[in-house]
């Protein structure tokens, strides 16, 4: 597996593919959220939520063999479709690598313009989930 | 003036622009209409040249914008063909007009076990003041229910009235939906049982012809924002002697004839309802939106809009999976939908790749979209500047979404 560093420089140039065309870019994020494994129908619960996101998010994490495992679904294709990438990116990993990951590919794509602030908000709530839940493990596995 | 929609478009400085490369095609206009040049420059020139705080000024300033302010008063009189002046007060906004008759009315002329009748498509700003309001007093909120198409269901109605019944607030066109109520008739059944008749204007008086004293309504409320005016301001209208018998809303300068520290005496309506400085410059230039209006006649302007949602009809009924909204047979220019097996909030953010701008989400009215089983609706409204071109390109845009997942 690619490291962070990595995958994040690959899906920035699958997004530099798409060029400026917007709806196509978009279009592009909901096809990815397509790609989510099932997420397990009892665990759509409410303190499964993120807090901050305007649609929508629920997140779930466990631990195997060190690395940190993320399940996530949304009730929007778009939201999917970022989480998908959050996913893409921090899943599998160790809760260091996760919680020192600079996720700089957000920025390079120029995803707040895309997606607007409101949506921006809530990639950052989920982000800061995903890093919670990694310091949480972490905190387990030092134990 | 004669309609001519390049005419129309080229007062409108703000539809003259690109996004995400894109021209701008503007659909919120039930959230907020654009303004016209006019309009613009009235609130420059105020700023300009006559900026001054009105009324008891006796400088030649004060005097100036006194009567500009006091105009504008005049022409919103002429625009609802109210009795005088003296029953148009200026808010903040529909809002807060539906707010001070609940604090003001509702004080003196609410009182427990007393019935304040709604419908089911009513804005939040319908229902919340009107709950807070009978909390108070013990008295009850009763709900209209509506039918499938979004049609007030008359002999529910008409079940509901009774002499309990005090007020009937009632929105006269759907910000969600569109629907026109019949709310002649309604005035006319509530006064039958001795209520009072609130209309929330907000999203019918840019388009209808409005009269207050043909229609009988003892208040009427609305924003000047969504008619081509500035934001910040809204209109009570009040039949003079329910605004006589109300207590004041708000306290301080204004609204008072004679203050000592033992007792105030109030100012004559309207003063009485408008304490502290008013928004002066939205008020003056509001009066060029009006001008705006009148210009073309609300004829004209429904003509075209209503020419426009048919034609939003036809290019959208065939689209697999687009599901309208609010299909009565009396609409202002609501185009209100969703797309199966889509989120509305993907669907806005999908147009406005297009450069389509659309409202999506509940739209302030939760309980009617409960009602229909959803969490939400695209909403496309058009006014006066839009072009069956810009139709086509929405309905184009809908096509492309809908194929996603239906395919």
């Known amino acids: 597996m690619s490291s962070i560093t990595g995958i994040q420089d690959e899906i920035v140039s699958e997004f530099d593919i798409l060029g400026d065309d917007r ?78 990951a600079d996720l700089n590919f957000i920025e390079r794509i120029g995803m707040g313009n895309l997606i607007g602030s409101q949506r921006s908000n809530g990639l950052a709530a989920m982000i800061k989930q995903m890093k919670l839940y990694a310091l949480a493990f972490q905190t387990k596995l030092n134990a | 003036m004669r309609f001519d929609i390049n005419e129309i478009r080229g007062l409108f400085p703000v539809l003259h622009q690109e996004v995400h490369g894109r021209p701008l095609i503007y659909f919120d206009n039930a959230a907020t209409t654009q303004k016209p040049i006019g309009v613009i420059e009235a609130l ?36 609802i063909k ?66 499938d198409e979004g049609e ?26 569109g629907t026109i109520n019949p709310v002649e008739k309604m005035i006319e059944a509530a006064h039958a049982v001795g209520a009072k008749v609130l209309l929330d204007g907000a999203q019918s008086t840019s388009h209808l012809e409005i009269d207050v004293q043909g229609l009988d309504c003892d208040f009427l409320v609305f924003s000047a924002h969504k008619l081509y005016g500035p934001t910040g301001l809204g209109v009570l209208y009040g039949k003079r002697e329910l ?14 004839k ?43 302007i429904k003509k075209h809009e209503d020419e426009l949602l048919a034609y939003a009809n036809e290019l959208t009924k065939d689209i697999k999976g687009f599901i309208p909204v609010g299909t009565a047979s009396n609409k202002v220019s609501v185009l209100s939908f969703t797309i199966n097996g889509m989120h509305p909030f993907d669907v806005g953010q999908m147009l406005d790749a297009r450069g389509i701008a659309v409202r999506t989400g509940h739209h302030c009215t939760q309980p009617l979209m409960q009602r ?31 194929r996603i997942k239906n395919k």
């Open chain 2, 243 to 256: 605004l006589e018998a109300m207590p004041p809303f708000l306290g301080g300068g204004e609204m008072i």
């Open chain 2, 152 to 177: 007030i269901i008359w002999e529910e109605f008409e079940n509901l009235l009774s002499p309990r019944t005090k007020l009937v607030s009632i929105v006269h066109a759907s910000n969600a939906l």
């Open chain 2, 258 to 300: 004679e203050v000592t520290f033992e007792k105030t005496t109030y100012n004559e309506i309207p003063f009485k309802f408008e304490a502290g400085t008013p928004n002066i410059a939205d008020v003056i230039a509001f009066k060029e939106a009006l001008a705006f209006i009148n210009s073309l006649g609300k004829s004209q």
């Open chain 2, 44 to 79: 420059t020139n105020y700023y300009e040249l006559d900026n001054s705080n009105i009324h008891r000024g006796a400088h030649t300033l004060a005097d100036r914008a006194t009567r500009y302010y006091e105009a504008t008063r005049d022409a919103v009189r002429d625009f």
């Open chain 2, 82 to 147: 109210a009795k005088e002046s003296a029953e148009i007060i200026f808010t903040k906004g529909t809002t807060e007009s539906i707010n001070l008759v609940a604090k003001t009315f509702g004080k003196k002329f609410i009182g427990k076990d007393d019935e304040i009748l709604i419908s089911t498509m009513e804005h939040h700003s319908n229902i919340v003041p009107w709950q807070m309001l009978c909390e108070e007093k013990g008295a009850n909120l009763k709900v209209i229910p509506i039918s």
């Open chain 1, 23 to 100: 709806e196509s870019t978009i279009f592009y994020i909901m096809e990815l959220g397509g790609n989510l494994p099932d997420f397990p129908a009892a665990e759509q619960k409410d303190e499964n939520l993120i807090k901050g996101c305007q649609s929508k998010v629920w997140l779930i994490a466990n631990e195997e063999n060190g690395k940190v495992r993320y399940l996530a679904d949304s009730n929007t294709d778009i939201t999917k479709g970022l989480i998908s990438l959050l996913i893409r990116v921090l899943d599998n990993r160790t809760p260091e690598e996760i919680l020192s």
């Open chain 2, 372 to 402: 229909f089983g959803i969490e939400g609706t695209v909403r496309a409204s058009f006014a006066v500047y839009n072009t069956k071109t810009e139709i086509e390109n929405l309905a184009e845009g809908i096509a492309k979404i809908a």
